[in-house]
């Protein structure tokens, strides 16, 4: 299901063509450094780099029988490439392809993600500009605390958006990485030049030391950052959910012309999109726990990280593209109310403005603990009656002694909580 929304570079990724592709490279790259080490003639290069092709069907067909897809794949190429194939995978064992190939396409696919969450990142810097003095209340505990804006959430959701861009770089550079060391990384039958000659080829770095295979430590890093982005956008994705609730509904997802909501009530405007995003990123720390499982193997190697490797890295990266994609469509078509915003902070009667109360009567030289019983009797008796809260502190005769009208209405101005938001803007160049 998820496949038909991604784009289709993250399908060629993961696609068995270029699995095999990638392979081929591996191979006629170790070809190039062998001949600039005599060790093959450059005559025997010429016709590989000419015939050597494949399909995925013949592979496959060979592979039922052999039950070894790298060999498979070597057989295959030979079918074309006749009897100069004896030079393909001289020295080489199946991991040196496999491992070196799989980097540049986790590399490739990680480039993709980076794609998207820089557009992520710029949706959510639009966002924030526009709703920098969409006033709002701020929640803790799901209970109403104090006035803030709605764009200072999007720049909240920029700024971790900016960190998983510097983890997923970091992560790209972890896994941009080859080994052609033979089958216990001793380089006996390969010599080390040809190592770095393949990885310069394609781009990675040669891996300092490895054994049979590349070190799963990297893998692991590298599917631990794609949970931590997908659980920036579950956090995001949740707070949109809860938003968008019936007896709140200050934000709201798109809801399309000829969408429907219900099988059975049609007035439902459901939050679909995040309740995908929010059930999808439990995948992706699901198969950030088996990567990291994956990094014990016994001695120099065994194949226990081979298939799930076959079934996680492609499902989490096609998964994070697309929500990823989703969640920009979210934010860039996001329904935002600011009457409702206004309307549910007044339906708490004033109680947001009981901290500076608190501190203006502090102020007045009273002790803190005398201000909050001054403050929090009144604020009991708003929560128990739903009269207005600085009408009840102009009654109150302890409080009025020591703050005027004027003075409470002062206190009770939203400008107040406004006053540094371009401090905080300007963090990010705004």
């Given at each position: 299901m998820i496949e038909r929304y991604t784009l289709p570079e993250m399908k060629q990724i993961w696609s068995e063509k270029n699995k095999f592709?990638?392979?081929?490279?591996?191979?006629?790259?170790?070809?190039?450094?062998?001949?600039?080490?005599g060790v093959i003639p450059t005559t025997a290069l010429?016709?590989?780099?000419?015939?050597?092709?494949?399909t995925v069907e013949r592979i496959l067909e060979i592979e039922a029988t052999v039950q070894h897809d790298v060999i498979a794949f070597l057989t295959c190429v030979a079918e074309y490439v006749g009897d100069d194939s004896k030079y393909i995978h001289l020295g080489l064992t199946s991991s040196d392809v496999v491992d070196?190939?799989?980097?540049v396409r986790m590399k490739e696919a990680g480039e993709q993600i980076?794609?998207?969450?820089?557009?992520?990142?710029?949706?959510?810097?639009?966002?924030?500009?526009?709703?920098?003095f969409t006033i709002m209340i701020g929640r803790t505990h799901g209970i109403h605390a104090e006035p803030m804006t709605f764009?200072?959430?999007?720049?909240?959701?920029?700024?971790?958006?900016?960190?998983?861009?510097?983890?997923?770089?970091?992560?790209?550079?972890?896994?941009s990485v080859g080994k052609i060391s033979g089958a216990v990384g001793t380089y006996a039958n390969i010599g080390p030049e040809v190592e770095a000659h393949v990885c310069?080829?394609?781009?990675?770095?040669?891996?300092?030391?490895?054994?049979?295979?590349?070190?799963?430590?990297?893998?692991?890093?590298?599917m631990n950052t794609l949970a931590i982005i997908g659980c920036t956008l579950e956090k995001i994705a949740t707070e949109i959910r809860a938003l968008q609730r019936t007896d709140i509904r200050e934000v709201e997802e798109f809801f399309a012309k000829?969408?429907?909501g219900s099988s059975a009530m049609p007035h439902k405007r459901n939050p679909i999109i995040t309740e995908r995003i929010t059930g999808m990123a439990r995948l992706l720390r699901g198969n950030a726990l088996v990567a990291m499982e994956n990094v014990a193997l016994w001695h120099e190697r065994d194949i226990s990280h081979s298939s799930v490797e076959r079934v996680i890295i492609p499902d989490s990266t096609t998964a994070?593209?697309?929500?990823?994609?989703?969640?920009?469509?979210?934010?860039?078509?996001?329904?935002?109310?600011?009457?409702?915003?206004?309307?549910?902070?007044?339906r708490t009667k004033g109680l947001m403005f009981s901290q500076r109360t608190m501190l203006a009567l502090v102020d007045k030289g009273i002790t803190r603990e005398q201000a909050y019983e001054l403050v929090q009797r009144n604020a009991m008796e708003c929560w128990r009656t739903g009269k207005e809260f600085k009408k009840l502190l102009a009654a109150d005769q302890a409080v009025i002694k020591l703050l005027t009208v004027p003075e409470l209405d002062q206190i009770f101005e939203y400008s107040y909580y406004l006053k540094h938001i371009d401090q905080i803007y300007a963090r990010f160049g705004l």
């Open positions: 592709q990638k392979w081929l490279d591996v191979e006629i790259y170790a070809c190039e450094a062998l001949v600039e080490q010429v016709v590989i780099k000419e015939k050597a092709r494949f070196t190939a799989q980097s980076l794609t998207r969450l820089k557009a992520l990142h710029q949706v959510l810097l639009q966002q924030a500009k526009e709703h920098r764009g200072l959430k999007m720049l909240l959701w920029a700024a971790e958006t900016e960190r998983n861009i510097e983890r997923l770089h970091q992560a790209i550079k972890t896994i310069n080829r394609l781009n990675l770095t040669r891996a300092t030391i490895a054994t049979q295979v590349l070190q799963r430590d990297r893998h692991a890093e590298y000829g969408q429907k994070l593209d697309y929500m990823l994609k989703k969640m920009i469509d979210v934010i860039s078509n996001l329904l935002v109310y600011p009457e409702k915003m206004k309307h549910n902070m007044a």
